[in-house]
């Protein structure tokens, strides 16, 4: 076998490789305690995104006054988060109240290296085809300009 070859395949493997491997990154996400219905479905679309993305999210919630004397509401509501994201997400690190406010770990059920390697290959598939309906385009403007060209000829 030739050492170029050789050489060159392998640094085609590491170069894959490192392509792949992905740090996670934590990703923080804050809420109130008298969060709106909206708001809160708004934020979590971002921490499903988040999560899709391969990243851990931090959810903190914030206690004001007299909220803080009513922690087990803050329960509640991080439960619901916690349900509402269980197709994407386990909950690495159960509600802990800390100081004035509450927080929870969520961890991604994909690992970060699949969620690259999936947005890579749908920007690959998005590239084709965009690449194939230039090429059409191009063959239908050269067959209408051919056309064009025969015509006069014609009369």
């Given amino acids: 076998m030739d050492y170029g070859k050789f050489k060159y395949e392998a640094a085609q493997k590491a170069r894959e490789s490192r392509r792949n491997q992905a740090n996670t990154q934590l990703k923080e996400m804050r809420l109130g305690l008298k969060i ?10 971002r921490i499903i995104k988040f999560l899709n993305g391969g990243d851990k999210v ?5 206690f004001r006054g007299r909220e803080q004397s ?3 509401v803050g329960m509640r509501l991080m ?11 386990a909950v ?16 991604p059920t994909r690992r970060k290296s699949e969620a690259k390697s999936d947005q890579r ?3 690959e598939a998005e590239r084709e085809n965009r690449r194939a309906e230039e090429a059409r385009r191009a063959q239908k ?5 051919a056309s064009k060209t025969e015509a006069p000829a014609e009369d």
């Fill in 36 to 45: 709106d219905q909206h708001d809160y479905e708004t934020k979590l679309k």
């Fill in 58 to 62: 931090k959810i903190q919630l914030r």
């Fill in 70 to 72: 009513r922690p087990e």
């Fill in 79 to 89: 439960e619901r988060l916690a349900a509402d994201t269980a197709e994407d997400a």
């Fill in 92 to 107: 690495e690190s159960a509600p802990r109240v800390d100081g004035r406010s509450m927080v929870m770990v969520l961890a």
């Fill in 121 to 123: 290959r749908r920007r």
């Fill in 141 to 145: 403007n050269a067959e209408r300009i």
